[in-house]
């Protein structure tokens, strides 16, 4: 915020130098410097990740340091690094994930002397999910010799079969930023902010319709009907299976099923179940 304010006041400055008649000595340097700082002013605020809100807390291999991914993590707000020799993986994030990161080539050389598969064995038997971060362009392989058959071949073994997640990434920054993303969405899974994929309604009413067809046999038709009659997502939920099965299209049998999945999380008798069993 502070800086937006010192980029327009300064903004401000020198187009009242212009209004008022003065002369600026360089009008070209300042033109450029004025466009400076107009762009500036009108960066978008951090956001996401960058906004810094969730610390992330991240214990990186001493071996790693000439890599550039702990340069780089430092450089991250929100991000505590600490630095110290790890028995496997190259990082630790918080107390779910051990990441292990290679570059194409260090992967490629690591089939041909059976490195990889020892270390991805290794992260395999702590409690820590293994995540392999390959980094660089497929150009980097050229020059190395190993077959894309081998490449493929490695990759199944490591991922299905000892159980590695495989990320990709550009180069050192994007590796370092992959690992607090990682970071940042493993704490909001823990507090249960799971991502809803797909549609994403915009307005008021049509997030209440997109509520609505939750509901057991309601699409959108039914879903209109109950809201034009109740008003609102609230009072449908209070409503009673009577009240329900006064709407068109509801009926007794839709209206039980929308009392049973609105009611209590220990409500019995499944009216869906019961009646595909029988």
């Known amino acids: 915020m502070a800086a937006d304010q010192e980029a327009l006041d300064r903004v401000v400055a020198l187009r009242h130098e212009r209004n008022v008649g003065k002369q600026i000595a360089a009008p070209a340097q300042s033109l450029v410097e004025t466009n400076q700082l107009l762009r500036a002013a009108r960066a978008p605020k951090p956001r996401g990740m960058d906004a810094g809100k969730t610390e992330v807390r991240i214990v990186a291999d001493d071996r790693e340091n000439a890599g550039g991914v702990i340069a780089a993590l430092r450089e991250l707000p929100g991000v505590d690094v600490e630095v110290r020799r790890l028995p496997c993986g190259d990082f630790l994030v918080g107390d779910q994930f051990t990441v292990e990161r290679k570059t194409l080539r260090d992967f490629a050389s690591s089939i041909i002397d059976g490195r990889v598969f020892r270390q991805a064995s290794a992260i395999g038997r702590n409690p820590r999910r293994g995540v392999l971060v390959l980094e660089g362009s497929s150009a980097d392989l050229h020059s190395v010799g190993v077959q894309r058959e081998a490449l493929q071949g490695a990759l199944i073994c490591v991922s299905v ?78 409503a009673s299976a009577v009240d329900l099965a006064t709407i068109d299209g509801i009926g007794e049998s839709i209206a039980a099923r929308i009392r049973w999945a609105l009611g209590a999380a220990d409500t019995a008798d499944n009216p869906e179940k019961s009646e595909w069993s029988s």
């Open 161 to 238: 079969f000892l159980g590695m997640s495989v990320l990709r990434a550009h180069d050192p920054a994007e590796t370092a930023r992959l690992i607090v993303y990682l970071g940042r969405q493993a704490k909001a899974y823990a507090h249960g902010s799971h991502p809803r994929p797909g549609y994403r309604p915009k307005g008021r009413r049509a997030r209440q319709l997109f509520l609505l067809q939750g509901l057991p046999r309601v699409g959108p038709e039914r879903a209109a009907r109950l809201l034009d009659h109740f008003g609102s997502v609230q009072a449908v939920a209070t």
